[in-house]
């Protein structure tokens, strides 16, 4: 008995392409939290637990940052491919 897999770059691409929605929608949600903190809507006080949630939520994110900023290669491959090619 075969198991068969679906083709490992396609589910990578999809993956990817998830994951990087996943952390757009966290950064939305803080930032509309913060936009809404600052102009006066939302008490920290009176909302204790969405300023907890929206501070786990920034934290979770901090620290995605950090760890892909640590240990993905800082030179993207097509801003290589574009300065070849224009010589420099």
């Known amino acids: 008995?075969?198991?068969?897999?679906?083709?490992?770059?396609?589910?990578?691409?999809?993956?990817?392409?998830?994951?990087?929605?996943?952390?757009?929608?966290?950064?939305?949600?803080?930032a509309v939290y913060a936009f809404f903190l600052v102009i006066g809507s939302i008490n920290p006080s009176?909302?204790?637990?969405?300023?907890?949630?929206?501070?786990?939520l920034l934290v979770l994110y901090v620290v995605h940052a950090w760890y892909s900023a640590r240990h993905v290669d800082s030179r993207d491959p097509r801003m290589i491919r574009a300065r070849e090619r224009r010589g420099f």
């Open 1 to 30: 008995m075969h198991l068969h897999l679906p083709n490992p770059e396609r589910l990578s691409a999809s993956t990817r392409t998830a994951r990087e929605a996943f952390w757009l929608t966290i950064i939305c949600v803080v």
């Open 46 to 56: 009176t909302a204790a637990v969405a300023t907890l949630v929206v501070g786990g």
